[in-house]
């Protein structure tokens, strides 16, 4: 399984673009990255999912470089409805999803 | 259903008491899977069901835990003479089966506090 890092923290201000990148040196080919969104007293939430390039949904883009060993989440114009924790995953066939501490960000008015 | 169900959503026990955690995942969804969050940190995998398939109990973290699911469904989570170190979330998900993109849905979670 490919380890995943990223940053423990990050503060923002309402209305800018946050990017928070991960680290995952070892992914394999079959592998993909994927964010999820966790918001206190839920569960995470699925937000993106990639393998190379650049993909982009309603709440976030998700850019991958040619050599998959980083990936960066993008919120565009975060509001403070986005504080929440957002994990990184790669995720390949196997069922044992590893949910590090994430990245706790936090956006002020 | 709809989504991921998980009662109760609060539970507040005595320290020695044995609890059950019960999981409704998507109908469909063939695979489940237990995790624990303790306040403030990652999610801890617990157990994982896969149809009809021997779960895998390897991040059970003692004997006091054990997980069942029936017929392919409802899942139910017991933790026998709780400790105050058992306090945590505990959030179950489903989905269907593994693969590089598989995506799980989690359900809210259920709270416990051992006093």
């Known amino acids: 399984l490919a380890k995943t890092t990223q940053p423990i923290s990050m503060d923002s201000y309402e209305g800018q673009e946050v990017n928070i990148t991960c680290s995952h040196n070892?992914?394999?080919?079959?592998?993909?990255i994927t964010w999820y969104q966790q918001f206190p007293s839920q569960g995470p939430r699925f937000i993106i999912q990639?393998?190379?390039t650049k993909v982009t949904n309603e709440v976030a883009s998700l850019f991958i470089p040619a050599d998959r060993k980083s990936s960066t989440l993008s919120l565009p114009r975060v509001s403070l409805s986005d504080t929440a924790v957002y994990y990184c995953l790669v995720t390949s066939g196997t069922y044992k999803y590893i949910f590090g501490t994430g990245t706790r960000l936090k956006v002020l008015a | 259903g709809a989504g991921v169900s998980q009662s109760p959503s609060n539970k507040v026990t005595e320290k020695g008491k044995d609890v059950e955690l019960r999981c409704d995942p998507i109908?469909?969804?063939?695979?489940l899977y237990w995790y624990r969050q303790s306040l403030g940190q990652g999610l801890e995998f617990l157990i994982y069901f896969q149809g009809n398939s021997a779960p895998d109990k390897s991040g059970l973290p003692s004997d006091r835990f054990s997980a069942e699911r029936t017929g392919g469904s409802v899942s139910t989570l017991t933790i026998q003479r709780t400790q105050q170190e058992d306090s945590a979330v505990y959030l179950c998900?489903?989905?269907?089966?593994?693969?590089?993109?598989?995506?799980?849905?989690f359900g809210a979670g259920s709270r416990l506090t051992v006093l």
């Open positions: 109908s469909g969804h063939t695979a």
């Open positions: 070892n992914i394999a080919t079959n592998d993909y």
């Open positions: 990639g393998y190379k």
């Open positions: 998900a489903s989905s269907l089966p593994p693969s590089g993109a598989n995506v799980l849905t």
